[in-house]
Each structure stands twice: as C-alpha cells, then as structure tokens.
C-alpha cells in the first residue's frame, strides 16, 4: 500500500503540461514546459530513461539559478494542429542534442549549437542554430535536450521558442535581406570614403572607414554570413568575431569624433574622456580575447552607453566653441545615441530582447552613416574650396613675385646704367681737379676746394664701382676668370697699399703667413676686392693706436685669409645684418672714412661665387675677426659666373 502511495505521488512530481503547438497562435518558449536534470554521461539511452531527478526550471539557460552547465531537460509536446507541420526551434547553446520520442516509441535524434559544426547539424543554418520537429496532426511525444553550454562563452541569448517552419523562413527571408542592405550600404561607403582617403589624405576618413569596416564584420557575424559562407563547415563557428568587430567598432568610431571634430583643439578635456573610452573598450576586447565573456559584455553595456553619451557631449561642446561641421555630426549621432539607448536598456532589461535590440541598433547605425556621408561629404566642399582658395592664392603670389622680379630687374638695368653713365663725368671731374691743382702751385685757398673735389669725386667713384659689382651680381652674373693665384701675393699688395693710411692713424698691421705660397684657383682681380673690403674695413673702424693683423693659412683643401682689429666690435644686432646691402651698422668710421654700405654684401657674394664663405667672430669691446675661406681647387661641375 505504501509503495503504491509513493508510486502516486512520484507520477504527480513528475507530471507536466504538454506544451501546446498550433500553427494560428504563438507557442510558448520551452522553458515554461521543461524539466531538468543534471546529464550523468553515457549514451543516449540515458537521456531517455525515466528519472526520478526532473525538476522544474524558469530557464534553460545554466547562468540562471544554478543550472548545472551539463544537463538533460525534457518536454512534452502536443500537436493542435489539424494537420502535418514542420517546427523550428532555435537553441543558442554551445551544443545540442535533441532526442525526439513518438507515442509509438519511435526515436529521432538531431545535433545543433555554436560548437556544432555546420556539416554536422541536422538544420545546417548558421545562425540562430536551430532542430526540426515534424509533427503529425494531433501527434504528442517528448522532446529530449542534452545541453552542453558554458555560461562564460559570447552567445547571442535567444529564447527557444517554437516556429513553424514558413513563418521562420519568411522572418530569416527578411533579416538576411535586412543586413544585406546594410553591409551593401556600409562596405560602398567604406570603399568610397577610403578613396577619398586616397585623394584628401584627411585622418577623419580612414577612421571612417574603419568604424564602417568594423561594423560590416560585426553584422555579417551577427546574421551568421560570416561562418555560413566563409567559415569551413566541418569547422566550429566563431561568434566572437562579432564582439571583437563591435569594440573595434566603438574604438575607430571615437578616433573618427575626434579626429572630425578636432576635439584635441576646440574640446581638449572632452577630448581625454574620449581617449578613456578607447581605453574602456580596449580592456574588454582585451577580456574577449582572454575568454572571460561575462566581464568583457558586461563592461561593454556600460561602455557603450558611456560612448553614445561622451562623443554626443563632445560634438555639442565643439558645436558651441563655433566649430561649423559639429552641427551634421550631432545630426547624424542623435540616429544611434537613440537606437544605442534602447538597444542598451532591452539588452540590460531582458537578455531575450538582444535580437530586437540588435535590429534597432543596426537601423540606428544605417542611418547615422547615411547621414555621417553627408556630413563628411560638407567636409569635402569644405577642402576643395580652401584648396580653390589656396591656388588663387598661389597664383596671384606667383604673379607678385614675377612682378617683383621684373622691377628687381628692371632696377638692377637703370642702376648699372645711371651708375656706367656718372662714373665717366665723375672721372672727368676728379681729373679737371687734379688738372687744376697742377696748374696753380702757388694758390693753397685753390687747393683746398681742388682736394675738396677729389675726394667727394673719389668717395663717388667707389660708390658708383660698388654700384655697378651689386648690378652685376644682381642681373646677369660676373664670370670669373680662374687661375692658379698665389694668395700670399695678394695680401702682401693689399697690406703695401694700406701701409700709408695705417700709419696716419698710427695702427700697428702685422702680416703672417706670407713666408709659404698658398696658391687657390680664384679670380685674382674678385678676390683681392674681397680681402681689400675686409682690410679697409678694419682700418676704417679701428681706433688709432689699434692693431690689425692679417693671417694666411691652408686647412687640408681649404685656404683662410683670417684679418682681426681691435675695433669696437659688432653686437648681435649688427652680426645678424652685417652682409645686408644699406644696412646701417653701430660702429663709426674712426678716422671719417666714407662707408657706401655696400662692401661686405659685395665681399660675400664675391667669396660664394668662388665656392667660399666669409666667416665672423665679434663681441662688443672685443674687437672683430673676419675669415673668407675659398677652397684651394675649383669645385668641379661649378661654373663661374
């Protein structure tokens, strides 16, 4: 009698409600209808056999309420249908295998799951993994599932709940052509803002292109085109390229808000918040690729939010500091900070709703890159006219300068002529002066307005030959006649020339290096007006009683004509200057010596033209060193002139 009681009671523990399928209402997800058991191993026949250890769940899923990660669950199943139809159930889980057992005892069994591979599934359909029930009008059995599914894997939570078959269909019909349309939409904009990319070279669109890239990989894996099409189907499918191409995703699509909004210039502290959302989201890639799936979309929900909010602030913030282009970009981001909120809420509300979530956020996002082209496209007219604006500028800068360079050079012809037309009157000038003095010995008041004459005519004179060197310099060039030149030679003349005038002002001029030819390759007539310039210059500004010391050296293929004073020195003001023609100096003629202001300026170019320089050494109070260095052979491949 007891056992009898025990055997009543064990059926009514055991009892369920079949779960009703009929094709004109929606039928119930299995969870409500299963009970379950921890799997025990060995073959299918224990799954089947009666156990005493089914109990009720409220969800299939082994991250709720402690279900175990292996485990057997079993439902009941009655057809309301008058006739045959043909179910689909989906079954996200890692793997599945499905026993069904008819009335008659009759067994069918089928494998399906994500770890599954496509080849070994009985509904070879990549995403959502799927089992076939095929019911006889009024036909009743049991549904057995062994469920091998770990919690910490990246799994699209779909409830499972079962379809007919033509509903299915039409719904799959209309998602594939749903993403299709929008990985079409996304990799053409991809491909063509890359091109843009290529003629523009703006950072703004390759990250464009790269967040349109990322987001293709991430829907294409979403939808199972990737491991339906591409993947090997003896191969398990990896649906973690689908968060791994989301986070890339959310990482190119902040540099792209930076880099298009120029956040570092018009919103520097938004700009480092941004910098720490990259950051977020690198950790949970990071997390993704370590396989802890639970912390990485857990901290990508948040991040996420964190995102849609941060680059939404960031374009307002530029917006306001006057940046024109933020007003298309807070047009476009509005689309997905709205589909990315409710995407986010369902996600957090219900992990069920994940797949409705997605489809907004998919619509969100066609439509923010729809406007996003339109907003990089005002960029474009953007470039092109300041590029416009830049040719203009180009060409009407080339015009001025090819003004510029026709009255240099219209000024350099009326120089060299004024300057060839005065110096023969000049001549004839000093000349009748000389003549004049000559022919009245005996009347000094004659004499003084003569040698007045003379010296004004002579201070002319040497202007109008500096004139005519600047002009020539300037226009056509000078053609140097090289030769072999003893340069020793021509400081020994020079230094004989100045020989008188150094002793009127009672300076001391030491000559060294005269004892050893140092012979050079120049022009002898250009080269001594370049030492002549430095030794009159050093003279001419040395106080009386100073020093001037003039020295000959060769350096390996270089040779030095170093002439040093004890003038008054050059400030950096003057150094800066010191080679610019007309350019008025500090120092002072010490002895009332003309100065044209063109000596130095003629001196250096003359030492470019033989391949050389002038170097200068001078502190104030301390006197001055000028060196013209030339080399010692005449460069090859130069011409002069």
Same mark, same amino acid.
């Given at each position: 009698?007891?056992?009898?009681?025990?055997?009543?009671?064990?059926?009514?523990?055991?009892?369920?409600?079949?779960?009703?399928?009929?094709?004109?209402?929606?039928?119930?997800?299995?969870?409500?209808?299963?009970?379950?058991?921890?799997?025990?191993?060995?073959?299918?026949?224990?799954?089947?056999?009666?156990?005493?250890?089914?109990?009720?769940?409220?969800?299939?899923?082994?991250?709720?309420?402690?279900?175990?990660?292996?485990?057997?669950?079993?439902?009941?199943?009655?057809?309301?249908?008058?006739?045959?139809?043909?179910?689909?159930?989906?079954?996200?889980?890692?793997?599945?295998?499905?026993?069904?057992?008819?009335?008659?005892?009759?067994?069918?069994?089928?494998?399906?799951?994500?770890?599954?591979?496509?080849?070994?599934?009985?509904?070879?359909?990549?995403?959502?993994?799927?089992?076939?029930?095929?019911?006889?009008?009024?036909?009743?059995?049991?549904?057995?599932?062994?469920?091998?599914?770990?919690?910490?894997?990246?799994?699209?939570?779909?409830?499972?709940?079962?379809?007919?078959?033509?509903?299915?269909?039409?719904?799959?019909?209309?998602?594939?052509?749903?993403?299709?349309?929008?990985?079409?939409?996304?990799?053409?904009?991809?491909?063509?803002?890359?091109?843009?990319?290529?003629?523009?070279?703006?950072?703004?669109?390759?990250?464009?292109?790269?967040?349109?890239?990322?987001?293709?990989?991430?829907?294409?894996?979403?939808?199972?085109?990737?491991?339906?099409?591409?993947?090997?189907?003896?191969?398990?499918?990896?649906?973690?390229?689908?968060?791994?191409?989301?986070?890339?995703?959310?990482?190119?699509?902040?540099?792209?808000?930076?880099?298009?909004?120029?956040?570092?210039?018009?919103?520097?502290?938004?700009?480092?918040?941004?910098?720490?959302?990259?950051?977020?989201?690198?950790?949970?890639?990071?997390?993704?690729?370590?396989?802890?799936?639970?912390?990485?979309?857990?901290?990508?929900?948040?991040?996420?939010?964190?995102?849609?909010?941060?680059?939404?602030?960031?374009?307002?913030?530029?917006?306001?500091?006057?940046?024109?282009?933020?007003?298309?970009?807070?047009?476009?981001?509005?689309?997905?900070?709205?589909?990315? /909120?409710?995407? %986010?809420?369902?996600? =957090? !509300?219900?992990? @069920? $709703?994940? #797949? +409705? *979530?997605?489809?907004?956020?998919?619509?969100?996002?066609?439509?923010?890159?729809?406007?996003?082209?339109?907003?990089?496209?005002?960029?474009?007219?953007?470039?092109?006219?300041?590029?416009?604006?830049?040719?203009?500028?180009?060409?009407?800068?080339?015009?001025?300068?090819?003004?510029?360079?026709?009255?240099?050079?219209?000024?350099?012809?009326?120089?060299?002529?004024?300057?060839?037309?005065?110096?023969?009157?000049?001549?004839?000038?000093?000349?009748?002066?000389?003549?004049?003095?000559?022919?009245?010995?005996?009347?000094?008041?004659?004499?003084?307005?003569?040698?007045?004459?003379?010296?004004?005519?002579?201070?002319? /004179?040497?202007? %109008?030959?500096?004139? =005519? !060197?600047?002009? @020539? $310099?300037? #226009? +056509? *060039?000078?053609?140097?006649?090289?030769?072999?030149?003893?340069?020793?030679?021509?400081?020994?003349?020079?230094?004989?020339?100045?020989?008188?005038?150094?002793?009127?002002?009672?300076?001391?001029?030491?000559?060294?290096?005269?004892?050893?030819?140092?012979?050079?390759?120049?022009?002898?007539?250009?080269?001594?007006?370049?030492?002549?310039?430095?030794?009159?210059?050093?003279?001419?500004?040395?106080?009386?009683?100073?020093?001037?010391?003039?020295?000959?050296?060769?350096?390996?293929?270089?040779?030095?004509?170093?002439?040093?004073?004890?003038?008054?020195?050059?400030?950096?003001?003057?150094?800066?200057?010191?080679?610019?023609?007309?350019?008025?100096?500090?120092?002072?003629?010490?002895?009332?010596?003309?100065? +044209? *202001?063109?000596?130095?300026?003629?001196?250096?170019?003359?030492?470019?033209?033989?391949?050389?320089?002038?170097?200068?050494?001078?502190?104030?109070?301390?006197?001055?060193?000028?060196?013209?260095?030339?080399?010692?052979?005449?460069?090859?491949?130069?011409?002069?002139?």
């Amino acid at each position: 009698m007891r056992a009898a009681v025990l055997l009543v009671l064990a059926a009514c523990a055991h009892a369920q409600e079949p779960l009703p399928l009929d094709p004109s209402r929606r039928a119930a997800p299995l969870d409500a209808h299963a009970l379950v058991r921890a799997d025990p191993g060995g073959s299918l026949d224990d799954v089947t056999r009666p156990s005493d250890a089914f109990g009720p769940a409220t969800s299939l899923y082994p991250s709720a309420e402690g279900l175990p990660e292996r485990y057997i669950a079993r439902i009941e199943v009655a057809s309301a249908a008058s006739e045959p139809a043909r179910w689909i159930v989906p079954l996200s889980f890692n793997a599945v295998t499905a026993v069904w057992v008819g009335a008659d005892g009759q067994r069918e069994v089928s494998r399906t799951g994500h770890d599954v591979p496509l080849a070994e599934r009985s509904v070879p359909l990549a995403h959502p993994p799927v089992i076939a029930l095929d019911l006889a009008a009024g036909e009743r059995g049991t549904l057995f599932l062994r469920v091998a599914h770990d919690p910490n894997t990246y799994n699209t939570v779909i409830t499972p709940r079962p379809v007919p078959e033509e509903a299915f269909r039409q719904s799959l019909r209309a998602s594939d052509l749903f993403h299709s349309v929008f990985l079409g939409v996304v990799l053409a904009l991809a491909f063509y803002n890359l091109f843009l990319f290529v003629s523009f070279r703006d950072r703004s669109y390759l990250y464009y292109v790269l967040f349109l890239g990322s987001m293709a990989v991430f829907a294409a894996a979403d939808q199972g085109f990737i491991q339906q099409w591409l993947w090997p189907p003896d191969q398990p499918g990896r649906f973690e390229i689908q968060f791994w191409g989301l986070a890339l995703a959310a990482i190119s699509y902040v540099q792209f808000v930076r880099s298009y909004l120029r956040s570092r210039t018009h919103a520097p502290r938004l700009d480092v918040v941004l910098r720490g959302v990259m950051g977020v989201w690198a950790v949970c890639l990071g997390l993704g690729v370590a396989g802890q799936w639970i912390v990485a979309t857990t901290i990508a929900s948040g991040a996420g939010l964190l995102l849609l909010l941060m680059t939404f602030a960031t374009g307002i913030a530029v917006h306001r500091a006057g940046f024109e282009a933020a007003r298309y970009y807070l047009l476009a981001a509005s689309c997905l900070l709205i589909a990315g /909120l409710v995407y %986010i809420v369902m996600y =957090l !509300v219900d992990p @069920a $709703l994940h #797949g +409705t *979530g997605r489809v907004v956020l998919a619509l969100g996002i066609l439509l923010e890159v729809l406007l996003l082209a339109v907003a990089l496209s005002k960029r474009i007219q953007g470039i092109v006219a300041a590029r416009q604006q830049a040719v203009g500028a180009q060409h009407e800068a080339e015009a001025t300068s090819e003004a510029l360079r026709d009255a240099n050079a219209l000024k350099t012809r009326l120089l060299g002529v004024a300057a060839h037309d005065l110096r023969s009157p000049l001549a004839g000038i000093v000349g009748l002066a000389d003549l004049i003095a000559f022919e009245t010995p005996d009347r000094p008041e004659i004499h003084e307005l003569t040698d007045a004459i003379q010296r004004g005519g002579n201070r002319t /004179l040497s202007l %109008i030959q500096d004139l =005519l !060197v600047t002009a @020539a $310099l300037e #226009g +056509t *060039g000078i053609d140097l006649e090289r030769r072999a030149t003893d340069l020793t030679e021509v400081v020994r003349e020079i230094a004989e020339q100045y020989a008188p005038h150094v002793e009127d002002k009672e300076q001391t001029l030491a000559v060294a290096g005269l004892a050893t030819p140092l012979v050079a390759s120049v022009d002898p007539d250009r080269f001594y007006a370049v030492v002549d310039n430095l030794v009159s210059n050093a003279v001419k500004y040395t106080p009386r009683g100073g020093r001037i010391e003039v020295a000959c050296r060769q350096e390996g293929e270089r040779a030095c004509i170093r002439v040093a004073d004890t003038g008054p020195g050059l400030s950096a003001e003057d150094q800066a200057a010191l080679f610019e023609p007309f350019q008025p100096l500090t120092p002072s003629p010490t002895g009332g010596e003309a100065s +044209t *202001g063109l000596g130095l300026s003629i001196a250096k170019e003359l030492a470019e033209l033989h391949g050389g320089t002038i170097e200068v050494e001078s502190a104030l109070g301390e006197g001055s060193a000028f060196t013209v260095v030339v080399p010692v052979r005449e460069p090859s491949g130069v011409e002069a002139g």
